[in-house]
């Protein structure tokens, strides 16, 4: 079973900043694919980013060139740094892992995002 406990979310204003963070425990097998993923208010939840244990990056048209996502191996952390953020990046952010042995992805509980004037 894997853990993931995220952190750093908050307000912020339109145009800042926000660097969020997880780490993973708790895996026999190694950690694959990590990421992070979005639920707004009554929308379905959605794929913001994900990261390969060899660093390739993939990200959701509406946050590439604001977000960057890194990844520790050896800490098994990921970390999320939001910049530009707009209105519209409110919602609660998930981090996400998924282990190729076991075919199993797991999500943490999710961090809020505000961003308001």
């Known amino acids: 079973q894997v853990q993931l406990v995220e952190s750093g979310g908050g307000l912020v204003q339109p145009g800042g900043s926000l660097r969020l963070s997880c780490a993973a425990s708790?895996?026999?097998?190694?950690?694959?694919?990590m990421g992070w993923y979005r639920q707004a208010p009554g929308a379905q939840r959605e794929l913001v980013t994900t990261?390969?244990?060899?660093?390739?990056?993939n990200y959701a048209d509406s946050v590439k060139g604001r977000f960057t996502n890194s990844r520790d191996i050896t800490k098994n952390t990921v970390d999320l740094q939001m910049n530009s953020l707009k209105p519209e990046d409110t919602a609660v952010y998930s981090c996400?892992?998924?282990?190729?042995?076991?075919?199993?992805?797991?999500w943490g509980q999710g961090t809020q995002v505000t961003v308001s004037s």
């Open positions: 996400y892992a998924y282990v190729y042995a076991t075919r199993r992805a797991y």
């Open positions: 708790g895996s026999r097998f190694s950690i694959n694919d």
């Open positions: 990261i390969t244990r060899g660093g390739s990056t």
